[in-house]
Nanobody, 125 residues
Framework: VQLQASGGGLVQAGGSLRLSCAAS????????MAWFRQAPGKEREFVAA????????RYADSVKGRFTISRDNAKNMVYLQMNSLKPDDTAVYYC???????????????????WGQGTLVTVSS
């Protein structure tokens, strides 16, 4: 599976961005999808995830109510709509995928087998 993330950039606090991740190589609809991020000097952390069926989502507490994950299985795409951005959201954002995993581990970094290259989001104050 290959993943290609895009859509990052520089935005002012309070603004919005939509990240996209294009997947290729396998049956996309059978894969769980997630976004993680890594800020400078910090560990990679979970942001949002969606089950292969699209019926279940999970969000980090820090982004709940501001970020929305979605997917288009027909286009092999997953998106992360980010609203009300804050300087603390500044990070490299990575999309990741894995074949159907246990619901209890959907937010775990170790659950994901395939990773995109990352896209940088910078939020200025």
């Amino acid at each position: 599976v290959q993943l290609q993330a895009s859509g990052g950039g520089l935005v002012q606090a309070g603004g919005s961005l939509r990240l996209s991740c294009a997947a290729s190589g396998r049956t996309f609809r059978d894969y769980d999808m997630a976004w993680f991020r890594q800020a400078p000097g910090k560990e990679r952390e979970f942001v949002a995830a969606m089950r292969y069926s699209g019926g279940t989502t999970r969000y980090a507490d820090s982004v709940k109510g501001r970020f929305t994950i979605s997917r288009d299985n027909a286009k092999n795409m997953v998106y992360l709509q980010m609203n009300s951005l804050k300087p603390d959201d500044t990070a490299v954002y990575y999309c990741a995928t894995t074949p159907r995993t246990a619901l209890s581990t959907l937010t775990a970094l170790s659950s994901y087998d395939y990773w995109g290259q990352g896209t940088l989001v910078t939020v200025s104050s």
